[in-house]
Each structure stands twice: as structure tokens, then as C-alpha cells.
Nanobody, 124 residues
């Protein structure tokens, strides 16, 4: 069983930065794509960013492109989400997820392990 534990969320002001981390259990971390999704109250879960396995190719949602950066450290079994120029509309619970394959996917149904989520609140 794979466990994903997110950390780094919090309350910040608009324009600030935050870095989220997601630590994964297991010995084949580099074999799987990893993704970040978010869900705001009353809204559907939204794709944020994803990174492929060992090669580290990335893909981003349109609303965060140019502001957020996803990265991974396979030696530490950890994926990161650096969030810059935060906006109030970025307020959500952010979830880390592991893909069923090595590629970076925007599709939530292609992820079979999810973390518990970490709250990010951006005040105006």
C-alpha cells in the first residue's frame, strides 16, 4: 500500500509564495508519474500540475501555468509544488496523487493513490 503525505499548506497573502511537499512510501517512486490537484469548496477537483517518472516531464493546468512549478526528488521519494504569485482563487485543498503509469497525466482517473490533502488559503 502506497501512502502519500502532503505538507506545507497554510494561510498567506496574495502575491506570496508557498511550497508544498508530498512524501511517498514505497520503493518504486521514480516509476510513476505524480500529480497535484486541488478542490475549492463547492467546486470540482481541478488539475494543477503533473510530472512524469524518471525523466521528469511536466504539464500544468492553465490557471497556474507560469506561476507554479512541480518538481520531484526521486532519492527522497518526494514531489514538490512551488507556488508563486498566489491569488485568492488559488485557495483550495491541495492533493498529491500517484499515477498508474510513468507518464504525467492531467486526468484524475489515471491516479490510484491520493494523499489526505493540505489546505492553502490566500487572503486578498
Amino acid at each position: 500500500q502506497v501512502q502519500l503525505v502532503e505538507s506545507g499548506g497554510g494561510l498567506v497573502q496574495a502575491g506570496d509564495s508557498l511550497r508544498l511537499s508530498c512524501a511517498a512510501s514505497g520503493r518504486t517512486f521514480s516509476s510513476y508519474g505524480m500529480g497535484w490537484f486541488r478542490q475549492a469548496p463547492g467546486k470540482e477537483r481541478e488539475f494543477v500540475a503533473a510530472i512524469s517518472g524518471s525523466v521528469g516531464m511536466t504539464v500544468y493546468g492553465d490557471s497556474v501555468k507560469g506561476r507554479f512549478t512541480i518538481s520531484r526528488d526521486n532519492a527522497k521519494n518526494t514531489v514538490y509544488l512551488q507556488m508563486n504569485s498566489l491569488k485568492p482563487e488559488d485557495t483550495a485543498v491541495y492533493y498529491c496523487a500517484r499515477s498508474t503509469a510513468v507518464v504525467a497525466s492531467k486526468r484524475s482517473w489515471e491516479y490510484n493513490y491520493w494523499g489526505q490533502g493540505t489546505q492553502v488559503t490566500v487572503s486578498s
